[in-house]
């Protein structure tokens, strides 16, 4: 059975930062694409970054370029989210996702966070006070 585990969401003030774990087990980890995707309350879902396992590739959103630094471990199989200077604006339910098909997708040019995931975790609230 796939499954992907968010973790380390929370409170935090304005300038601080949090540390975002997805922990996926159930498929081969080495080849996958990790994205990492956020809703707000009456917003569309954001891609934020992506991290593809098999070629090393990551992806940013504008919004959060500088800010957040996404990494993989692969002896835990877990992508981890390393978010800094965060803002109110990044106050959501962050969601991690799979995508399996991320290299035949981008031709060799890696993951996106417009692409299509297959799995889903079930997310985790992050909220930054003002």
């Known amino acids: 059975e796939v499954q992907l585990v968010e973790s380390g969401g929370g409170l935090v003030q304005t300038g601080g930062s949090l540390r975002l774990s997805c922990k996926g087990s159930?498929?081969?980890?080495?080849?996958?694409?990790i994205g990492w995707f956020r809703q707000a309350p009456g917003r569309e879902r954001e891609g934020v970054a992506c991290f593809g396992n098999q070629d090393g590739s990551t992806y940013y959103a504008n919004s959060v370029r500088g800010r957040f630094t996404i990494s993989s471990d692969y002896a835990d199989n877990t992508v981890n989210l390393q978010m800094d200077n965060l803002q109110p604006e990044d106050s959501a339910t962050y969601y991690c996702a799979a995508d399996s098909l991320y290299m035949a997708r981008s031709e060799g040019y890696g993951c996106h966070i417009l692409f299509d995931y297959e799995y889903w975790g079930q997310g985790i609230q992050v909220t930054v006070s003002s």
């Open positions: 159930g498929f081969r980890f080495r080849d996958v694409a």
